[in-house]
C-alpha cells in the first residue's frame, strides 16, 4: 500500500506545483489591471460613474481567481487530508497536515496578493480574464504503489494474495472517492460504488456527463471478490457437500446446493453490487438450471417428497427474506421456485405470492408419505 514517503513526496510536488500556478495568475492579474489603466483613465474624464462601476466589476474579476485557486486546493490538495490509512502513524500524520497547512497558508495569502494588484492600478472593463488559459495543476491520482508487504514482488494484479489485491482495490476506490472531480466545474463527484470498469457518471454541481477510470486493481476487485465470497459462503459449501455425501432428505441436497449459491452472490453483491448486477442475469440462468430430475426410477413417495421437500425450504428462506427486506435476493430464490414448480402447483404458487404456511406444506408432506413406496415397473 502507499508509504509516508509516498503520500510526502507526492504533497510536496503538488504544493510546488500550486506555488507555480499561483504566480502565474498574479502576473496575468498585474498583466490584466495594467492594459485597463488608459481605458479607465478616459471613462474617468467622460464618466466617473462608469469608472466607479468598471473598478467594482474588475476587482471582483481579478478576486475570482482566489476562487480558481481555492477550488484548485480543494481537488488537488485537499484529499491529502482525508486519507483512510491505519498504517499511518500519528507522527506521519501530523507530518503531513503540516505541509497540507503550508499549501493551504499559500491559498489564503494569494488573496492578499490579489488585493494589493487590483488596489495597485487603474481598471478597464471585463474582458473575462477567468476564461483565459492557464498552466492548470495536473489532476491528483490515487498513488499505484503497491502494498508495502507486496513491495519487493514483481506480481501482475491477478497474482496477488485474494485478500492483499481486495485491499488494494478498496484503498484506490477511497482515495478516488476524495479526489474525483468534474472537469467542468470541479465540484467533487460521488463515487457510492467500487467500479471495475470505465463509466459515466453525472456532475452534482453542472449535470455534465464525466468519465471515471478505475484504477488497474480496481479493474482486477472482481477476480478477488469472487475468490472472497466464496470463502464467506463456505459453510454454506461444506453443508451442501454433506449432503452430496451422505444419503439426505429427498429434495435436500438442491436445497443447499441453491443455498450456497445464494450466499456466495450475496458476500458479492455486499462487496462489489456494481459488479454482482452485471452478473445478474446469467447468475439467474445458473440457478435455474440448478434443479435436474433424476434419470434412475424414483418412486411416487420419493418423488413427491423431494419436490414437497424442496418447494417448502424455499418457502421458508423466502418468507425470511421477505422479512428483512431482501427484494433482490428474494427475486433469485424465487427464480428457482419457477424453474422447479409443477404447472398450476398450489403449494408453489403460494411461495411466490408471500402466502406459503407451515401448515400448507405439513398437509402436503403427510399426503406424500400415504403414497407407494413401489419402484415403478
Known sequence: MPTYAHYRSQLEALTERLRVYLDRLEARAREYTAQAASVTAGLQVSDPGAAQEHRAEVRRTVMYLHTKAQRTFDQHLAPFGRIDDDHLTPQERAALENLLETARAMVGDFRTRLERVV????TRSRPGLEDQATDQIPAYQPPEQPRQDLAQQDLPYHDVPQSAGWDRAV??????????????????VPLPELYHVAVYLTCPGCGSRVVFQPSPAMQAAPEWAEELAQEQAAPQRRRYEEQTAQESAPGMRLVHDVYYRLAWFHALSSMLPFYARTRRQAFLGELGSCYQPQSSPQSSRYAEMEYVNIIGSFGDYAAVL??????????????VVRSVMRPGDALAHSVLEGTYTEAAYQQRADAALRLPDALPR
Do not use: K, M, N
Open 322 to 335: 421477505r422479512q428483512q427486506g431482501l427484494a433482490a435476493h428474494l427475486e433469485l430464490l424465487l427464480a
Open 171 to 188: 484503498e484506490d476506490w477511497r482515495l478516488a472517492q476524495a479526489s474525483f472531480t468534474c472537469q467542468r466545474c470541479g465540484t467533487r
Open 119 to 122: 488596489d495597485g492600478a487603474p
